[in-house]
């Protein structure tokens, strides 16, 4: 009988799996379920409640009944980072320690807070005649993938692989692909959305970003007045009943909606063909639950000027006996190509297969409990055996004495326990203390990897920037400039000189950034001004705009004592 695998992606809306057997090219989907999860459980694709994504995954197993219980967990928010660089073409094992201790610039952790790994794009030769790689490289934080094993450890699986989604993408929809073919795949969930550019298999882009179909569904419902689960059947048919009053309103507000989603997929995009000249898109591949918006198709064709075909991971599978309709299967097309393409992740070619993702404590740990359990069992065996041979031939020898002498040890053992016990009551003030410490430190904290990524997905293509200047002050107050071009008080303040081609490269530049209203507000132009000369003209000029209290991490809520009251 052939292996089957199983791919599991915990997704911020529900957790879904699928169970495949054969090779790429020719695999066999024998199973596919997904459960819904608690709000807030998952959020932008980081566990939050690990206690109820536990019992997801529990009734998930139930409810799908799969073969297997080890699987390869798919991971993709914020807490990952996938960078290009540039290395010499050594060992795999020397490309990582490199990568860890020397290029701090691309990997955006600590080398003792992250696990990394890379996949080789190409080999070409170096400015002096030797070897060079360039690779993609992946760099998730510990604790978040340690967080994620330990959930899917709880509900009785063992996870076996981690990997990164956008390649589950990949392997999904591209299985066979012709050599040179260049192509996006664009998956939006209800958290997360990502943006994936790969040539024959190997990616050469990805992008992950917050803006996605939850939030267009949130803000419907909130303009609307109307129930989330309204809100999401408008969002995904606004434009068919306009005779209807609502119906057409919601689509109005959904175009709205569309514009800065499709803007951050244009912008990564246009990122990515001007750093790769030689590269020309086919086609723009559409998937995830959030695919299904009204309109999102037809305005990506529009907007990016190429092909957008609905994928589908089913015209490239063989279908088992999966114990659903033909019409529940091509319900869940649109969300079935991660955790088909997580479970084909053994199989995987390099191009797309990480290794290294998998913490070793973590490894450690498990083989830990593995050996209490056994050593537990075996203890109770023998004990089962010795109380079994003692009672036979010592049922009328208990004195008074042993029952004394049993109190004694134990009662000293305690003693013992106690003195050990004692010096926890400092450690937890001690903790307390710095966690107070910490969380003041943090208050004015913020996300200045969000902020750069979003300002460059949303900066025109005519517009260069030659300064950024982020200035971060304690204040959370949120007051109104009294003077056009003054800074209002927030978390702080953005400051930029750029050059565009002309005072219109400039206006763009400023409606884009105010549509960043949640890391960026009251964005200004203190001063612009055109020149022209023999290589032409130029527009350089200054801009402001405040930190709002939105751009704030959420470093502080993830922190919390490791020391347990009790």
Known sequence: MAEHFVGLDIGSFAVRAAEVSGDPGSLTLHRFAQLTLPPGAVVDGEIIDSVAVTAAIKSLWDKG????????????????????????????????????????????????????????????????????????????????????????????????????????????????????????????????????????????????????????????????????DRAEALKRGAGVAVADPQTAQAADLIANELAP??????????????????????????????SKMAGLRARLESELRLPVEMAS??????????????EQLEASAAVLAAPVGLAMAAMASPSTKLTTLFPAEYNKSAAEARQRMLVGAAVAVLALGLGGGFVARQTQVISAR????????????????????????????????????????????????????????????????NSVNISVTPSTATATPATPGAAAAGMGTFTVAGNGLSHDSVARWITNMRQLNIILSDVWVSSSTVQSDAAGT???????????????????????PEVDSK
């Open 65 to 228: 009944d799969f073969k297997s219980k080890k699987v390869t967990v798919g991971i993709a928010n914020k807490w990952v980072k996938v960078r290009q660089a540039e290395v010499p073409a050594l060992a795999p094992d020397e490309v990582r320690t490199s990568l860890r201790y020397e290029a701090q610039d691309v990997i955006p952790f600590a080398a003792e807070d992250s696990v990394v790994d890379f996949v080789v794009q190409d080999r070409y030769s170096g400015p002096e005649g030797g070897e060079m790689l360039r690779i993609l490289v992946v760099a998730a934080q510990r604790q978040m993938v340690s967080t994620t094993l330990e959930a899917v450890r709880k509900a009785g699986l063992t996870p076996t692989m981690v990997d990164l989604t956008p390649f589950a993408l990949v392997r999904a929809l591209a299985p066979v692909t012709a050599p040179g073919t260049s192509e996006a795949i664009v998956s939006i969930g209800a958290g997360l959305t990502n943006v994936v550019v790969h040539t024959a298999g190997t990616p050469r882009l990805v992008r992950m970003t917050a803006r996605a179909g939850a939030l267009v569904t949130q803000n419907l419902s909130k303009a609307l007045g109307v129930d989330s």
């Open 261 to 290: 989603l499709v803007q951050e997929i244009q912008g990564s995009l246009d990122y990515f063909l001007a750093q790769a000249e030689d590269v020309d898109l086919k086609r723009v591949l559409l998937t995830g639950a959030g």
């Open 313 to 326: 991971p089913l015209e490239y599978l063989n279908l088992g006996r999966t114990n659903l309709t033909d």
């Open 402 to 465: 042993t029952g004394a002498e049993q109190a004694t040890v134990r009662s000293n053992e305690l003693d013992k326990q106690v003195a050990t016990l004692a010096p926890l009551e400092t450690l937890k003030a001690q903790i307390d203390g710095k966690y107070a410490e910490a969380q003041a430190a943090l208050a004015s904290d913020v996300d200045m990897t969000r902020m750069l990524d979003t300002v460059t997905a949303a900066l025109p293509t005519d517009i260069g920037l």
């Open 538 to 560: 130029k527009a350089s000029f200054s801009g402001t705009a405040t930190i709002p209290v939105t751009a704030k991490s959420d470093r502080a809520a993830q922190l919390k």
